[in-house]
């Protein structure tokens, strides 16, 4: 089985506020064990977390080997203030502030940096991001930093602006993708950083009646192409589900992933072989040494 990487332990897949308000007083080991469970009876050896604010993934790192997980975590996701990112993190207002959120979590037993550098999908206008990206310029010296302090960097990034100027500074993953131009994806492809596209975010919607169908189907498509065009390109890309999202449960989540996958680019043993040589990057990577 493929592993997981992308994931959110505090989230449910049901209601983020819900899930959040269970931590608030303090971690429920309850929940994250119910959770860490799914994962090993699902035969999932191999999570890769997107870090919260709360202490969640944190106190899961210290469960998951007794459920036989290798699990990595960036503890917290770091974002800049004013911008996309307080639910899963700790904001920065300048890089001296961004340097000091570094060594917190290198103090916290980060595995990887997380940075969020754009918002997220604007379903009310197709091919926009909510908010303003970052500027190149920061994003460049935010991975300096940290590939500094011996950390890897995951990035959430959507856009073609967003993603040429995360891949041009040298993140080690690009988490999402969405709305790439081919430029964008030629450009990831020459580069040494690993896309984890997180299809199953919007095909689970489809159907559901939270969106109209109508919005969703641009999209998915989009997303469709953009994948063809990343393997015959012979881009790094992992498998990653952003399970605890909406409609992308824990476990299941990475099984609709790789059905995705399959289903795009066809069942062959190359396309496996593809997808597991960019989970391999990732396990290479994510873990300061």
């Excluded at 303090?26 to 994962?39: A, F, I, N, P």
């Excluded at 908010?131 to 960097?153: C, Q, R, S, W, Y």
Aim: glycine share 12%; hydrophobic share 35%.
């Amino acid at each position: 089985m493929f592993g997981e990487c992308h994931a959110h332990m505090i989230m449910d897949g049901l209601n983020y506020k819900n899930a959040v308000s269970l931590h608030i007083n303090g971690v429920q080991g309850d929940v994250v064990r119910k959770r860490l469970q799914v994962y090993k009876d699902e035969g999932i050896s191999f999570v890769r977390d997107g870090g919260d604010a709360l202490g969640v993934s944190k106190y899961a790192k210290t469960l998951a080997e007794e459920y036989g997980l290798d699990y990595r975590t960036p503890i917290f996701a770091i974002h800049k203030e004013g911008h996309y990112g307080g639910i899963v993190g700790r904001s920065f207002s300048n890089l001296r502030e961004y340097h000091r959120r570094v060594l917190e979590a290198k103090e916290e037993g980060a595995d990887f940096i997380k940075i969020m550098t754009t918002g997220l999908l604007d379903f009310e206008n197709h091919g926009k991001i909510t908010g303003t990206p970052l500027d190149k310029n920061e994003v460049k010296e935010m991975v300096h930093i940290a590939h500094e302090e011996g950390f890897a960097v995951m990035s959430h990034t959507n856009g073609s602006y967003g993603v040429s100027a995360a891949v041009e500074a040298g993140v080690d993953s690009v988490e999402h993708g969405n709305y790439m131009d081919e430029e964008t994806i030629s450009m990831l492809a020459q580069s040494h950083t690993v896309w984890v596209p997180t299809l199953v975010t919007v095909r689970n919607l489809v159907g559901s009646g939270r969106y109209e169908d109508g919005v969703l189907s641009p999209i998915v498509e989009a997303g469709e192409k953009n994948l063809r065009l990343a393997y015959q390109k012979g881009a790094c890309i992992a498998l990653g589900s952003d399970a605890g999202a909406y409609l992308v449960p824990h476990g299941q989540g990475i099984k609709d992933e790789m059905e995705a996958f399959l289903k795009i680019l066809g069942d062959t043993p190359k396309v496996r072989a593809w997808m597991k040589e960019g989970e391999e990057e990732i396990k290479k990577r994510f873990c300061r040494k």
